[in-house]
């Protein structure tokens, strides 16, 4: 069984012990391919660094709403050119964050950064990696007034209502942990709704650890407990789902060529 991560932030302090252990230990577990999103440009930086050390790791380059403070659009000039990286496969992490973002100033601010970075990931024909924390309706405006961008709602916490949506603008979901927590009705919803073609697995590392690790620091090693929710939630194998998103997260982030 092989399994794809597809997103997970290795370059966070909470690995700063045995960053190298856990990371060395992942394809022996059968994780052979992560994605490690930046959150602004110094993390941005960091996870393009491990990229270059780890063959089975990519990274994607952005500024996360809640990561804002003192940028400025400029910034974005620096997330241009990380993007050029041959192992750069999207622009993430972005988004609408209104839970953390209170103020309407800096919400307003926050869509401009997710509008301007949606832009950039059309420009540069690459995949966004879009987080949206209590925020879907604003998320969905601003993905729909970009047409010809590909992404993924990434911890998706999508109404049903709302991955319909999602579904008809042929973008993916990915989900985390959270799915095996006894309040995740809503997710297995929407896991139930969107066709397997356009689903994609992740820990969201070192958040979100899923049972029995609830709590803990998460890390790819746990992404098969995300695999064993989704096959049965689909009727399938856990094998069978694993494969599966992992076809998907070659496909969505064009890393066939590489794999094959
Ligand atoms: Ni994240």
Redesign the pocket.
């Known amino acids: 069984m092989r399994l794809f991560d597809s997103?997970a932030?290795y370059y966070d302090d909470a690995f700063d012990p045995d960053r190298a252990e856990v990371l060395s230990s992942l394809p022996a577990h059968g994780v052979t391919g992560v994605v490690c999103?930046g959150c602004d440009l110094e993390s941005s930086r960091q996870s393009l660094a491990l990229a270059e050390q780890y063959p089975f790791l990519y990274f994607a380059a952005g500024l996360h709403p809640e990561n804002l403070e003192g940028a400025t659009l400029a910034d974005l000039e620096e997330v241009k050119a990380l993007c050029g990286h041959p192992k750069c496969v999207a622009v993430g992490?972005i988004g609408l964050d209104y839970y953390w973002v209170k103020t309407p100033e800096d919400r307003a601010n926050s869509r401009d950064f997710f509008a301007a970075q949606l832009d950039l990931a059309r420009e540069l024909d690459l995949p966004a990696i879009v987080?949206d924390r209590d925020a879907h309706k604003d998320t969905l405006d601003i993905v729909r007034a970009h047409p010809g961008t590909r992404g993924v709602f990434?911890c998706c916490a999508l109404s049903a209502e709302d991955a319909k949506v999602v579904d008809k603008l042929g973008w993916y979901v990915s989900f985390t942990g959270n799915v095996t927590f006894k309040n995740a009705r809503r997710a297995l919803e929407v896991m139930a709704y969107m066709p397997l073609e356009r689903i994609m697995i992740e820990t969201?590392a070192p958040y979100m650890a899923p049972e029995p690790f609830r709590g803990k620091r998460n890390d790819s090693n746990y992404v098969y407990r995300v695999a064993e929710t989704l096959a049965q939630i689909k009727g399938l194998s856990t094998e069978e789902v694993a494969e599966a998103t992992y076809q998907n997260a070659l496909r969505f982030f064009d890393l066939k060529p590489l794999f094959q």
């Open positions: 997103h932030h999103p992490e987080h990434h969201d």
